[in-house]
């Protein structure tokens, strides 16, 4: 087993200590760097660093940053949230750790959708029928994984499966 323990720390987000979510950094007590490669390439994550090791993707809307020792998951819900998905990442670790003479491990970023393609493929009115204030804010959030081509109402069908079929070539979660 590769990582057996780590301490938990909640914290809220600094610039809005008024907000609902919170974040959770799992302080761990091994060294897991090695693994990191391997769980890129288990996980597909979207933005890998080779030194110092650490991979990110995300996970139903959430941030989840893993480095040699420690892990990062942004926008919890409460803290029973983050203790599921730290204790799912703590599993996925050490079988991934375990397998890892049958993985190729990946030293890349998986591809990122762009923001201005995504802009290119919505009306461009800036109507807010979105309830965001413009289309590039919408574009951004798309590129993240936050909006689908179904959340713009002011999107034509056709249009719509356009930006559907961009977004999907692409891994959010
Ligand atoms: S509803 Fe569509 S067109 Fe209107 S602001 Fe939002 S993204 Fe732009």
């Known amino acids: 087993m590769l990582l057996r323990s780590y ?3 909640f914290v809220r987000p600094e610039c809005r200590p008024e907000a609902q979510s919170v974040h959770l950094v ?3 007590d091994e060294d897991i760097g090695e693994v990191i490669p391997y769980l890129n390439a288990v996980l597909g994550g979207f933005q890998f660093i080779k030194d110092p090791p650490s991979v990110s993707f995300r996970l139903h809307g959430k941030l989840i940053a893993i480095h040699a020792r420690k892990i990062c998951v942004n926008a919890l819900r409460d803290q029973s949230e983050g203790d599921k998905i730290v204790e799912w990442l ?3 670790i050490n079988a991934t750790w375990e397998r890892r003479g049958e993985i190729e491990p990946s030293y890349e970023s998986a591809p990122r959708p762009r923001v201005i393609d995504i802009l290119r493929l919505l009306p461009r009115t800036n109507c807010g029928k979105c309830g965001l204030p413009t289309c590039m804010v ?5 590129g993240e994984g936050g909006r689908r081509a179904g959340d713009c109402p ?3 069908g056709e249009g ?3 930006l559907d079929k961009y977004l999907g070539a692409f891994r959010f979660d």
């Open 7 to 9: 301490t938990r720390e």
């Open 26 to 28: 799992a302080h761990l």
């Open 90 to 92: 703590k599993q996925e």
């Open 138 to 142: 919408f574009a951004a959030q798309a």
């Open 154 to 156: 002011a999107l034509s």
């Open 160 to 162: 719509a499966e356009k």
